[in-house]
């Protein structure tokens, strides 16, 4: 019983304080691939929603849903997960997760009519929100203190993952048709085979740490100001968030509209987009560790605003341009809030990681089955053109109160 519970004291350590050693770049790394795989395998969909609405006769309001019911199994489940893990650490979560999103892939590839469809998205949901708490808890432990670094590494390895996702369905999925979603098998099983060997080394560590105290990050924060913080952060990232799931799950049909694109040259330009994301959130987490957290999330929305307020407006070429400058600077955002948050709420890292994960989630999703429902009404073109308002939302940050220690 003692070991048992030295040994949860030694995982909760390990998520919230500084580590006396650098980083450990294999495990960070490990688990940046096995986000990467994860998130590839989850960006597929709505890449292949105008191939899934062509072929079940969707309306954009039934695409919304399929996005809604995967966001929402995904969203719903990771602050649960990730509280329970903080008491209880269970590091083969992350393999079995997999399994389940294994589960949801081959009933994606053969699915015979909508239920079925949504089905399948809840099952790859699921198995998302057994990943992400566990496994940006395990990026923390192994951060050696950088934790923005390591946030932000683990986190552009799954914006790398959502950005090959569409242009695997371009090359891959929608020459060959449905069934060929199967093939995404392989990079599930990858992932199993990455993940057995993360949760191997995070129950080792745990037994480690468990003899060794180091000192902790205490949070500057209580009360009213906890409160501010953590209601301005669901601001932002609600802001966030609706913006990038109009371009993810929209954006094709936009191209194709407006412009009168091929699907797969549309997602061509949508993988253009997600790479910039990617890029963007890498260099996010770094920045945030030397200036502070609420400077980057400050830079991040007065600095795309602009450019997302002129993308409705644009010619083709100039739209690709201003949507890689948007997902470049809004991206550098997301590293930043979690580790705030973390910080505002020590010894709860999966909780937190879990909550923030799922609010995104959540967000998305539920901005997908809305924006659907308006491009409906009103039409593709306009639903771009509120989103593109959404960034003036970041003023919000000026009441973010300070919860790190001055970088060093």
């Known amino acids: 019983m003692t070991s048992s519970i030295q040994m949860k004291e030694g995982m909760d350590e390990a998520a919230v304080h500084v580590q006396p050693q650098g980083m450990i770049l294999k495990i960070v790394g490990a688990v940046a691939v096995a986000h990467l795989l994860n998130d590839l395998i989850q960006a597929v969909l709505p890449a292949i929603y105008p191939m899934l609405k062509a072929n079940f006769s969707l309306s954009f309001a039934q695409v919304?849903?399929?996005?809604?019911?995967?966001?929402?199994?995904?969203?719903?489940?990771?602050?649960?997960?990730?509280?329970?893990?903080?008491?209880?650490?269970?590091?083969?979560?992350?393999?079995?997760?997999?399994?389940?999103?294994?589960?949801?892939?081959?009933?994606?590839?053969?699915?015979?009519?909508?239920?079925?469809?949504?089905?399948?998205?809840?099952?790859?949901?699921?198995?998302?929100?057994?990943?992400h708490p566990e496994a940006s808890r395990v990026a923390r432990m192994a951060s050696g203190g950088r934790f923005g670094t390591a946030q932000s590494t683990f986190q552009v390895g799954g914006n790398t993952g959502t950005a090959i996702g569409p242009l695997l369905a371009a090359l891959i999925i929608v020459p060959f048709g449905q069934h060929a979603v199967a093939w995404l098998i392989v990079f599930a099983l990858l992932a199993i085979w990455v993940l057995f060997g993360v949760s191997r080394w995070s129950i080792s560590y745990s037994k480690k740490q468990a003899a060794a105290r180091v000192n902790q990050v205490q949070s500057k924060l209580h009360g009213r100001q906890l409160m501010i913080a953590l209601s301005t952060i669901c601001v932002l990232m609600f802001a966030k968030f609706t913006y990038i799931a109009s371009i993810s799950n929209?954006?094709?049909?936009?191209?194709?509209?407006?412009?009168?694109?091929?699907?797969?040259?549309?997602?061509?330009?949508?993988?253009?987009?997600?790479?910039?994301?990617?890029?963007?959130?890498?260099?996010?987490?770094?920045?945030?560790?030397?200036?502070?957290?609420?400077?980057?999330?400050?830079?991040?929305?007065?600095?795309?605003a602009p450019f997302a307020l002129m993308m409705p407006y644009a010619n083709l070429f100039w739209t690709t341009v201003l949507s890689i400058i948007t997902g470049l600077v809004l991206s550098s955002a997301f590293a930043a809030m979690v580790v705030y948050a973390q910080e505002a709420v020590p010894g709860r890292v999966g909780m937190i990681a879990g909550l923030m994960f799922g609010l995104m989630f959540g967000v998305s999703g539920i901005a997908a089955a809305g924006l659907g429902y308006l491009a409906d009404l009103k039409g593709i073109e306009w639903v771009f053109g509120i989103c593109s308002l959404l960034p003036l939302l970041g003023i919000a940050t000026v009441f973010l109160p300070k919860t790190q220690n001055k970088p060093s």
Do not use: C, E
């Open 64 to 131: 919304g849903l399929i996005s809604l019911v995967y966001q929402i199994t995904a969203s719903l489940l990771q602050p649960w997960i990730g509280l329970y893990t903080d008491k209880h650490p269970k590091p083969y979560l992350l393999p079995l997760g997999m399994v389940v999103t294994f589960s949801g892939i081959l009933l994606l590839a053969f699915s015979p009519n909508f239920m079925v469809l949504l089905m399948a998205s809840a099952l790859i949901g699921v198995g998302s929100s057994t990943f």
């Open 250 to 304: 929209y954006f094709t049909f936009y191209l194709m509209h407006k412009f009168q694109l091929s699907l797969q040259s549309a997602q061509l330009h949508l993988f253009a987009f997600l790479a910039a994301v990617a890029l963007g959130t890498f260099a996010g987490g770094p920045i945030g560790d030397k200036i502070g957290r609420k400077a980057v999330i400050w830079v991040s929305f007065a600095g795309m």
